[in-house]
Nanobody, 122 residues
């Protein structure tokens, strides 16, 4: 499975941004998928995840109510809609996938995209 993340860029605080992740080689309906982020000098942390059945999602407390994870109808696209962005959301965002039926909150996923940088200016 190859993952390609895109959509990063510079956004002002309070603004919105949508990240995309395209999969090739396997449909997301077979995989649990997640977004992680890593800020400079910090560990990679989970932002949101969705189990392979699609019926359950997970959000980190820091993004609840602001970010929404979703899969595209084509089942090879993953999205992260980010609203009310804050400077502390600045990080490289990664999409990740795993055959597990559960969302792992640690970065033990089998497949990773290359990351896309989101910078939120104050």
């Amino acid at each position: 499975v190859q993952l390609q993340a895109s959509g990063g860029g510079l956004v002002q605080a309070g603004g919105s941004r949508r990240l995309s992740c395209a999969a090739s080689g396997r449909a997301f309906s077979d995989l649990t998928i997640a977004w992680f982020r890593q800020a400079p000098g910090k560990e990679r942390e989970i932002v949101a995840g969705i189990i392979r059945s699609g019926i359950s999602t997970y959000y980190a407390d820091s993004v609840k109510g602001r970010f929404t994870i979703s899969r595209g109808n084509a089942k090879t696209m993953l999205y992260l809609q980010m609203n009310s962005l804050k400077p502390e959301d600045t990080a490289v965002y990664y999409c990740a996938a795993d055959p597990s039926p559960y969302v792992y909150i640690n970065p033990r996923y089998s497949y990773w995209g290359q990351g896309t940088l989101v910078t939120v200016s104050s």
